[in-house]
C-alpha cells in the first residue's frame, strides 16, 4: 500500500491566519491526491481533488498545490468554520489510503 | 442531486452477522464505482474497498480482504457492506462513497452508519 504522511498532526491558529498542511506519499502519485474536511459527527468534505482542483462550491481561500510525492493544502484565512480535521488521500492505485489527519484548532 | 442514504445504526453481538447497505440516488448507479471507508471511534479514515455496480467487479484493501464483502444490486441502486461473523473490533463508523472518473476521488460520501459490536 501507498503509506501517506500528514504534518503536522495537529495545529492551533486564530482566525484570519495563513495556514499550511502538508502530505507526503511513499511513491510518486503524480497529481492524485485529495484533499477532505471533517467536522465532528459529519461526513469528509471533498475540498480539493487532483492536488489543485477546488471542488465546487468550496470557498477559495483553500488552495492545494504540489505532485509527484509532497503535496499542500492553504487555508490563506481561516474562518470559524474551518476548525476542522483534515485528511489528505492518494487514488493513484487501489488502496486510495488515506493521511492519519490534521486536526485544526482555535488558538 | 446526488445522494447516498446509508441504513440506520446498528448494535450487534461478537459472532453475529450484519449488512449495511447505501442506496445511491440522482445519477446513474452504474457509472461510477462506491466505495467504502472505515473510521474506528477518534481515529482517521481507512479505504476498505471498492465495487463496480455494472459488473460488480470488486477490489479490497488487503487489510480488509476476507473480513468482509462488499455487493451491489444495480436494480435498487443499492450497495453493501457485510460481515459473517463481527468482532469487537469491528465497532466504527462506516462510510460508503461514490469515486469520481477522472481522478478518483471520492466526491459523494453517505452520512455514514455506526456499527457497535458489544457483548
Known amino acids: 500500500d501507498i503509506q501517506m504522511t500528514q504534518s503536522p498532526s495537529s495545529l492551533s491558529a486564530s482566525v484570519g491566519d495563513r495556514v499550511t498542511i502538508t502530505c507526503r506519499a511513499s511513491q510518486i502519485i503524480t497529481i492524485y491526491l485529495n484533499w477532505y474536511q471533517q467536522k465532528p459527527g459529519k461526513a469528509p468534505r471533498l475540498l480539493i481533488y487532483?492536488?489543485?482542483s477546488l471542488q465546487s462550491g468550496v470557498p477559495s481561500r483553500f488552495s492545494g498545490s504540489g505532485s509527484g510525492t509532497d503535496f499542500t493544502l492553504t487555508i490563506s484565512s481561516l474562518q470559524p468554520e474551518d476548525f476542522a480535521t483534515y485528511f489528505c488521500?492518494?487514488?493513484?492505485?487501489?488502496?486510495?489510503?488515506f493521511g492519519q489527519g490534521t486536526n485544526l484548532e482555535i488558538k | 442531486e446526488v445522494q447516498l442514504v446509508q441504513s440506520e445504526a446498528e448494535v450487534r453481538k461478537p459472532g453475529e452477522s450484519l449488512r449495511i447497505s447505501c442506496k445511491a440516488s440522482g445519477y446513474s448507479f452504474t457509472t461510477y464505482w462506491i466505495g467504502w471507508v472505515r473510521q474506528m471511534p477518534g481515529k482517521g479514515l481507512e479505504w476498505m474497498g471498492i465495487i463496480n455496480p455494472s459488473d460488480s467487479d470488486t477490489t479490497y484493501s488487503p487489510s480488509f480482504q476476507g473480513q468482509v464483502t462488499i455487493s451491489a444490486d444495480k436494480s435498487i441502486t443499492t450497495a453493501y457492506l457485510q460481515w459473517s461473523s463481527l468482532k469487537a473490533s469491528d465497532t466504527a463508523i462506516y462510510y460508503c462513497a461514490r469515486k469520481g472518473q477522472q481522478f478518483h476521488q471520492v466526491d459523494y460520501w453517505g452520512q455514514g452508519t455506526l456499527v457497535t459490536v458489544s457483548s
Open positions: 487532483a492536488a489543485s
Open positions: 488521500q492518494q487514488s493513484y492505485i487501489t488502496p486510495y489510503t
